[in-house]
């Protein structure tokens, strides 16, 4: 499985000012079914760890703070 470039070069993107994963909240890495969400330890928010999206949205869907945002691109939608 490759590794994601960058925290933002990939289809899931995390807005660190909403994101709450430093209070405890892992709701996007739990709805994930492929397990490419991770919390980043050093600053304890959320980011995608592996560039293997499906496009499927439940991180989206379930974040409390509407943090995560599922970038599909124009052919998927």
């Known amino acids: 499985m490759p590794l994601a470039q960058t ?3 990939v289809p899931v993107i995390v807005d660190n000012e909403k994101c709450i994963a430093d209070k405890g909240c892992t709701v996007c890495v739990d709805v994930c079914p492929l397990d490419v969400l991770a919390i980043d330890l050093l600053i304890n928010k959320a980011y995608m760890k592996y560039d ?8 989206e869907a379930d974040c409390p703070t509407g943090a995560v945002t599922v970038n599909i691109p124009y052919l998927l939608r």
């Open 52 to 59: 293997e999206c499906w496009y499927c949205t439940p991180c």
């Open 7 to 9: 925290k933002t070069s």
